[in-house]
């Protein structure tokens, strides 16, 4: 799984894993595919639907009309969390440069697309856990998106 080179990764895993533990530092890994997304989702009449995500301005900084409209878009409707979470490495990335290219403005869930606020909702419940651990998020369909709290019942359901 993971992005990049696979061998590359796990090898820069390796050693930070080893730098951790001889310090004695714990270590979780939150594993994303392609980010999208990031925004607050609907925004009608200047007026943000939700308070997750970056503020509103930041679908402003977006020139490009299918990127904006792509990443306002995943903020709506692939926002969720079913089956997003998993333990371990299985964030999949597709080997066909013109199959990744064809998704690039698509905001329908993938397994290799990760919400940029969904991503940030797990590392932050990751780090309010005790324990140590390792999971992959991928893009779910879901309109609603889920607070810390119930993203770590989440995690914990993914990790158990």
């Known amino acids: 799984g993971g992005g990049g080179d696979g061998a590359a990764m796990g090898e820069s895993e390796k050693g930070i894993r080893a730098c951790c533990e001889e310090r004695g530092i714990g270590l979780s890994i939150v594993r994303v595919g392609a980010l999208k997304g990031g925004g607050p989702g609907l925004v009608e009449n200047g007026v943000a639907e939700s308070d997750w995500g970056l503020d509103k301005h930041w679908y402003d900084t977006i020139f490009e009309l299918g990127q904006a409209m792509t990443t306002m878009s995943h903020d709506r ?4 969390t079913e089956g997003a979470i998993s333990k371990g490495d299985t ?3 597709d080997s066909n440069p013109l199959a990744v ?3 690039k403005e698509k905001f329908e869930p993938a397994v290799w697309d990760t919400n940029r606020a969904v991503a940030g909702t797990v590392v932050t ?6 324990e ?7 893009a779910a369909a879901g309109r609603v998106m889920v607070d810390t709290a119930e993203m ?3 995690i914990e359901k993914a990790l158990s």
Do not use: C, K
């Not at 409707?77 to 969720?80: D, K, Q």
């Not at 140590?132 to 991928?138: H, L, R, T």
């Open 77 to 80: 409707f692939t926002v969720g």
């Open 91 to 93: 964030v999949q990335q």
């Open 101 to 103: 290219m064809a998704q």
């Open 125 to 130: 419940a990751m780090l309010e856990r005790e």
């Open 132 to 138: 140590d651990g390792e999971v992959s998020v991928s």
């Open 152 to 154: 770590g019942a989440l």
